[in-house]
């Protein structure tokens, strides 16, 4: 495991979301942490490069947290980002494209070809993290878009409603307990 990439990640990643230029606050860090902690998890359940997966996990965000003008194609500015990063430590020429690639086929509301386990874990670990992080999108709902009690109700139960329909099937099957649990609170 590389953990001066790692360990170097999870500074810069820190720094970036504390920045003040960053729209988004210090709950993508959150956001961020979350999609590690669920890409860590998966790659062990499908016997995935782990490393490459946390290291995607960190760098998935990237674009959108150094320059909101870079959001809309995050997955894809964020390749470019990654790949100066880890060019600096010399990282595995090979790993580079893997991690690129998990990048690139991230965001749920984009219908990529995720090609490999590592490509469907960072997406299913972004989608999933969304049950690790309901306090902030109540925050979302009721305080930055002002909904009423019942309505904000409906707007983050219809939010992870649509993250667990993002999932891969065997990440449905795994996270189901989780997803029914969680559910039953709404």
């Known amino acids: ?3 001066d990439i790692i360990n170097y990640l999870k500074n ?3 720094n970036r979301a504390e920045n003040e230029n960053n729209k988004f606050g210090i709950g993508v860090l959150y956001h961020i942490e979350a999609v ?16 490459v997966c946390i290291i995607a996990a960190w760098l998935h965000d990237i674009a959108s947290i150094t320059d909101y003008k870079l959001y809309k194609e995050h997955h894809i500015h964020g ?3 990654a790949d100066e990063i880890l060019r600096k430590f010399n990282y595995d020429e090979d790993k580079i494209d893997l991690v ?4 690139l086929n ?32 109540l925050y979302l709902a ?3 878009k002002n909904m009423s ?3 904000g109700k409906e707007f983050v139960k219809s939010k992870l409603e649509r993250s667990f329909n993002k999932l891969s099937d065997d990440s449905k099957i795994f996270y189901e307990e989780k997803f029914k649990n969680i559910m039953k609170i709404f």
């Open 149 to 151: 009690i019942e309505d």
């Open 1 to 3: 495991m590389r953990e």
């Open 106 to 137: 991230h965001r749920g509301s984009i219908d990529n070809k995720r090609l490999s386990k590592e490509e469907q874990i960072i997406a299913d670990a972004d989608a999933i993290s969304h049950f690790d992080s309901i306090p902030s999108l």
């Open 12 to 14: 810069e990643i820190k």
């Open 79 to 81: 390749i470019k980002i």
């Open 142 to 144: 009721y305080k930055e």
């Open 36 to 51: 590690v902690k669920n890409a860590e998890i998966l790659a062990d359940e499908y016997k995935a490069d782990k490393e």
């Open 100 to 103: 690129k690639k998990c990048i």
